[in-house]
T-cell receptor
């Protein structure tokens, strides 16, 4: 069945370090892919998205490229800040049903 | 644009009572809204898909008589937890799909409602 697999956290980094959070997916058809961020006690905020193969989503220094050949959508940021500490969710949206399938989430902690 | 609100943001109730949570799309019409449940430090679990003017579609294992969903207008869906028990305590998040099609495959999320049942 359709699924999203994320690397397990927590991920702890020092400020200005490079961030990679891996995400791979299994899906029939051509899903759209998303990264959401959740701060403590809050709902989800869209971080970036990609709707077709080779698309690159980017926002606030974060980037992810839709790789159909490796079925991946890894999240990267060149220099993290303390304010980036949050939980990051990778998700795919199935065409037709518009349902989302979420990964388990990766908690990121950035130390000053 | 594409703002979704939820009310209340948190609620505490006694066991056996019912609680209603509202989800509103503030600046767009949403024919489809989704209700999720999130346990501490876990991912979101889709509970049901709410379609305006018709019955909600519940995911396997979700009790439709316990979690009543009403989507009476293009901007409002409600989730009522009936006869709540402590195990229903959770963070409930709704999302909405933009009927106008700005981002047809994208859901816009509300800020969530934390329910605590004593």
């Amino acid at each position: 069945g359709d699924s999203v697999t994320q690397m397990e956290g927590p991920v702890t980094l020092s400020e200005e370090a490079f961030l990679t959070i891996n995400c791979t997916y299994t899906a029939t058809g051509y899903p759209s892919l998303f990264w959401y961020v959740q701060y403590p006690g809050e709902g989800l905020q869209l971080l970036l998205k990609a709707t077709k193969a080779d698309d690159k989503g980017s926002n606030k220094g974060f980037e992810a490229t839709y790789r159909k050949e490796t079925t991946s959508f890894h999240l990267e940021k060149g220099s993290v800040q303390v304010s980036d500490s949050a939980v990051y969710f990778c998700a795919l949206s199935l065409s037709g049903t518009y349902k989302y399938i979420f990964g388990t989430g990766t908690r990121l902690k950035v130390l000053a | 644009g594409a703002v979704v609100s939820q009310h209340p943001s948190w609620v505490i109730c006694k066991s056996g009572t019912s609680v209603k949570i509202e989800c509103r799309s503030l600046d767009f019409q949403a024919t489809t809204m989704f209700w999720y449940r999130q346990f501490p430090k876990q991912s979101l679990m889709l509970m049901a898909t709410s379609n305006e003017g018709s019955k909600a579609t519940y995911e396997q294992g979700v009790e439709k008589d316990k979690f009543l969903i009403n989507h009476a207008s293009l901007t409002l869906s409600t989730l009522t937890v009936t006869s709540a028990h402590p195990e229903d305590s959770s963070f409930y998040i709704c999302s909405a799909r933009d009927h106008g099609g700005r981002s047809y495959n994208e859901q816009f999320f509300g800020p969530g409602t934390r329910l605590t049942v004593l």
